[in-house]
């Protein structure tokens, strides 16, 4: 609890949603991209649902905090990083190196647990 798959579909979901709007603002393509979105994403989280695997709670708090946080990241890209991040090479060098050793260092974690035994 909460599902972290439907968290992970609904924070992509949602920020591909405020990117496209962003992006095309609202007419008829961004309105019919919205909503193929939301079908699909609704799609996925409810075979969570239908496959046993979650309950519709802990599909509902997944949905509800993937939304809220992929909202608050939105927001915090647009007003806090988006200018620096566009005008600096540094800002732009060090966002790219935070990125690249995040990856990097959940690729080690993941490599080094792969073969450990479940305790």
Do not use: C
């Amino acid at each position: 609890m909460p599902s972290s798959h439907a968290q992970s579909i609904s924070f992509i979901s949602v920020f591909t949603i405020l990117s496209v709007m962003e992006w095309l603002g609202t007419n008829e393509l961004s309105l019919f991209l919205t909503g193929l979105i939301l079908a699909l994403a609704s799609y996925f989280t409810w075979l969570r649902v239908s496959q046993k695997l979650h309950t519709t709670s802990q599909v509902v708090v997944g949905a509800i905090f993937g939304s809220v946080y992929s909202t608050l990241w939105y927001i915090t890209w647009n007003s806090l990083v988006q200018i620096p991040f566009t005008s600096s090479f540094s800002v732009q060098a060090a966002v790219f190196a935070v990125a690249a050793a995040s990856a990097l260092g959940f690729s080690v974690y993941v490599l080094l647990n792969w073969f450990r035994d479940d305790r």
